[in-house]
């Protein structure tokens, strides 16, 4: 049972324009959401996280949003650029899970110049 | 950030033989780190919690006398793929935390599997 979803394998989106990256959660006791971002043949990257107290939090270009009633969270990227291509994951935890992070399948981003 | 480095980058074996894989921390001491594993398509899941001078911590349904780890040192962590099979073939990437926060988590690059 995929606990973290990201359901759209694959975005593309003209450069200049948001680029918005969805994932869904299932389990209610995640109270801490990151964000990652991988380019081919390099591991995952720190991007953005937010904690469940809040519902948005912002770091220049990257917003992300979480809706706890709807277990579903966002990343929007404004404006997108080409360097921003590449696999996008969302990943959740709880405290009482030693902080072991729960992944998404990613989202591969493509930003037409 | 920190540089988490693993290799083989790579690795293309015979049935029945065993894998090493190498996860080192360059410029910081990591406790805590941990093995993944990505098949096409699929989310990185976790195979086991690598605890520096203690034993892994494996994630259910994960053989431990098949997926040997060892942390021997604050900055070396391995994964041993005993008698690897087929379906053993996988991608296999690397963690290590930086204190205990998860924003400070840092990746390897990640180890494509190939079993013959």
């Known amino acids: 049972d995929q606990q973290v979803k990201q359901n759209s394998p694959s975005l593309s989106v003209q450069e200049g324009r948001i680029s918005i990256l969805n994932c869904d959660y299932t389990n209610s006791m995640f109270d801490y959401f990151l964000w990652y971002k991988k380019y081919p043949a390099e591991g995952p990257t720190f991007l953005i996280s937010i904690s469940s107290i809040k519902d948005k939090n912002e770091d220049g270009r990257f917003t992300v949003f979480l809706n706890k009633s709807a277990k579903h969270l966002s990343l929007h990227i404004v404006p997108s650029q080409p360097g921003d291509s590449a696999v996008y994951f969302c990943?959740?935890?709880?405290?009482?899970?030693?902080?072991?992070?729960?992944f998404g399948s990613g989202t591969q981003l493509t930003v037409l110049p | 950030g920190a540089v988490v480095s693993q290799h083989p980058s790579w690795v293309i074996c015979k049935s029945g033989t065993s894998v090493k894989i190498e996860c080192r921390s360059l410029?910081?001491?990591?406790?805590?780190m941990f093995w993944y594993r990505q098949f096409p398509k699929q989310s990185l899941m976790l195979m086991a919690t690598s605890n520096e001078g203690s034993k892994a911590t494996y994630e259910q349904g994960v053989e431990k006398d098949k997926f040997l780890i060892n942390h021997a040192s604050l900055t070396l962590s391995t994964l041993t793929v005993t008698s690897a099979h087929p379906e053993d073939s996988s991608f296999y990437i690397c963690s290590a935390r930086q204190g205990s926060a998860n924003e400070k988590l840092f990746f390897g690059s990640g180890t494509q599997l190939s079993v013959l």
């Open positions: 990943a959740a935890s709880y405290s009482g899970s030693a902080r072991q992070l729960t």
């Open positions: 410029d910081f001491q990591a406790t805590t």
